[in-house]
């Protein structure tokens, strides 16, 4: 499971980004945005290098977004050549957008607590049609940005989750 990522300035040149942490972002204000979101969107790319993106309802849980999406949807089609995604959020003035990287859902414990989640968040358990948990993915986030339109410049911050640069 990921921990609490590190903070730091995102490297966008010419747009004025603070140098100082003065402004950076705190990570319970993304995962308060993440768990409370009704809508993700997910970009792949498929085999040919061509660009999809697409919404997903979801459940922020444990610091990873578990979803589903059929076996043959163009989504999973591109997991299965090239399992890093792109997720964002809808807002562009309360922005988290994260890089990852996707895996099949294969513990049942997690299975069911997401069917669980997502039976109060969505009104329905799609996990009750999939006892094999098929078609259900975990994306497991890398880096992250996150910002607030209004203020953009000092709230830029960029999150690492592991040793990607």
């Known amino acids: ?35 409370k979101a009704r809508n993700y969107w997910i970009s792949t790319a498929g085999a040919d290098g061509a660009p999809h993106a697409a919404p997903v309802w979801g459940i922020w849980m444990n610091g990873v977004l578990v979803f589903g999406t059929g076996a043959e949807s163009r989504k999973a089609r591109n997991f299965r050549h090239n399992a890093n995604v792109v ?34 968040k969505y009104g329905l358990n799609p996990t009750e049609d999939s006892p094999d948990g098929a078609g259900f ?23 690492t989750f592991d040793d990607r640069t």
């Open 87 to 120: 997720m964002h959020l809808e807002s562009g003035d309360d922005v988290v957008i994260i890089e990852g990287h996707v895996a099949a859902l294969k513990d049942a414990n997690q299975q069911r607590r997401f069917g669980e989640a997502y039976a109060a």
């Open 137 to 159: 993915w975990v994306f497991t986030p890398h880096t992250a940005l996150t910002w607030q339109e209004h203020n953009f410049p000092k709230t830029a911050t960029r999150w």
């Open 1 to 35: 499971m990921p921990t609490t990522p590190r903070p730091s300035r995102p490297k966008m040149k010419d747009y004025g980004i603070s140098t100082t942490p003065d402004g950076l972002m705190a990570w319970d204000w993304a995962v308060e945005q993440l768990t």
